[in-house]
């Protein structure tokens, strides 16, 4: 006699159950994320997924940060604010930011040449979000 929780044929015994199958229902619903095909906790889809490809990395967050401390900053100015980052992670975490949509860069027709940076209503719409995470990291670690 077969035990109770046997599976039902072999091919059910041989592949793996998704991580998304062991989630409730309801999580799944919630979150479409976690209801992926992807085998990963969030599919290449998922919206958590996308900010976090966009203000993931050491740079990103305390770039957004210092800009918000002003209405546009200028190359060096950040490099001053944010400690310790280096010519080429500024230059490479500027660019990110520009091509997600959340920095706008203004070069103007100046010689030597003049670049500005701001935040984005996008950008900008992100900050409180960020201080909300700060706050937590000064309660809890």
């Known amino acids: 006699m077969a035990p109770v929780d046997a599976p039902a044929s072999a091919s059910a015994a041989s592949s793996p159950e998704s991580p998304a199958a062991r989630l409730p ?11 992926s095909a ?4 969030t599919g290449a889809g998922c ?3 996308r900010v976090l490809d966009a203000v993931g990395g050491k740079w990103k967050i305390l770039l957004l940060v210092a800009l918000s401390q002003a209405d546009e900053l200028r190359y060096g100015e950040l490099r001053r604010l944010v400690f310790g980052i280096t010519n080429t ?3 490479t975490s500027l660019k990110e930011l520009e091509a997600d949509g959340l920095v706008l860069r203004t070069q ?3 010689m030597p040449v003049r670049v500005e940076y701001r935040l984005t209503d996008r950008g900008r ?3 409180p979000i960020l201080m909300e ?4 990291g000064d309660e809890n670690l």
């Not at 229902?25 to 209801?35: N, S, Y």
């Not at 992807?38 to 906790?41: A, K």
């Open 25 to 35: 229902r309801e999580a799944t619903e919630r979150m479409p994320c976690f209801a």
């Open 38 to 41: 992807d085998p990963s906790v």
């Open 47 to 49: 919206s958590l997924r």
């Open 89 to 91: 992670m500024l230059a």
């Open 108 to 110: 103007y027709p100046e």
């Open 125 to 127: 719409s992100l900050i």
């Open 133 to 136: 995470l700060k706050d937590w």
